[in-house]
Nanobody
Framework: QLQVVESGGGLVQLGGSLRLSCVLS????????VGWFRQAPGKDREFVTT????????LYSDSVKGRFTISRDNAKNTVYLQMNSLKSDDTAVYYC????????????????????WGQGTQVTVSS
């Protein structure tokens, strides 16, 4: 059974950078589209970015486009989220999620499409 575990969260200053990691275990990570979502206090969970199973296709929300980069290393069963130029609005719990995919063009931005979720990692941007 697939499991995903996030790490790398923490406290960072306004304008700083942070890299999150999502490790997939139990199944080959190359079979799964992976997405990052986030949830700020009092707000709904929102889509951040997603990457296809071999990394050929990515999609970003408008709020992070140009600042965040998603990538993956299937040899390490890990998906990364590089976050630069962090803003106060980026403060949230960040979740990694995975869904089985048969295509390397398949990316998904709806949380309802993902079947396996991690526990989340807190990112706090301080001013």
């Amino acid at each position: 059974q697939l499991q995903v575990v996030e790490s790398g969260g923490g406290l960072v200053q306004l304008g700083g950078s942070l890299r999150l990691s999502c490790v997939l275990s139990g199944r080959p990570s190359s079979l799964y589209t992976v997405g990052w979502f986030r949830q700020a206090p009092g707000k709904d969970r929102e889509f951040v970015t997603t990457i296809s199973r071999r990394g050929g296709t990515t999609l970003y929300s408008d709020s992070v486009k140009g600042r965040f980069t998603i990538s993956r290393d299937n040899a390490k069963n890990t998906v990364y989220l590089q976050m630069n130029s962090l803003k106060s609005d980026d403060t949230a719990v960040y979740y990694c999620a995975a869904v089985f995919s048969i295509s390397d063009v398949n990316v998904r931005s709806s949380a309802a499409d993902y079947g396996t979720w991690g526990q989340g990692t807190q990112v706090t941007v301080s001013s």
